[in-house]
């Protein structure tokens, strides 16, 4: 079973920046994709960005794009989030995932069956 370990969030003022790190217990990690979801108060959990086991294939959805940055280390199990020009909706819960298999990249919750215990990033207008 992997175990996902998120650090890295905290408060920062809108323009600012922000790098999430996730330390996965397990080697199997690195056959696994990987992605990053937020959630807000009353709404669902989305998916923000994701990558695929070798890192060559990534998603983002349209709100972060340009913005936000995903990238693996497979000899560091370590998944990192890199977000900059923050803005105040980008105020959330951000939890970290492992897929149930690899081979691609998948963003939808009902993929993944890992789950980070979450950080809190606050960005303040």
């Known amino acids: 079973q992997v175990q996902l370990v998120e650090s890295g969030g905290g408060s920062v003022q809108a323009g600012g920046s922000l790098r999430l790190s996730c330390a996965a217990s397990?080697?199997?990690?690195?056959?696994?994709?990987m992605a990053w979801f937020r959630q807000t108060p009353g709404k669902e959990r989305e998916g923000v960005a994701a990558?695929?086991?070798?890192?060559?294939?990534?998603y983002y959805t349209d709100s972060v794009k340009g913005r936000f940055t995903i990238s693996r280390d497979n000899a560091k199990n370590t998944l990192f989030l890199q977000m900059n020009s923050l803005k105040p909706e980008d105020t959330a819960v951000y939890y970290c995932?492992?897929?149930?298999?690899?081979?691609?990249?998948?963003?939808?919750?009902?993929?993944?069956?890992?789950w980070g215990q979450g950080t809190q990033v606050t960005v303040s207008s």
């Open positions: 995932a492992a897929a149930l298999r690899g081979g691609g990249v998948y963003y939808r919750e009902r993929d993944f069956g890992y």
């Open positions: 990558i695929s086991p070798g890192g060559g294939s990534t």
């Open positions: 397990e080697h199997t990690y690195r056959s696994l994709s």
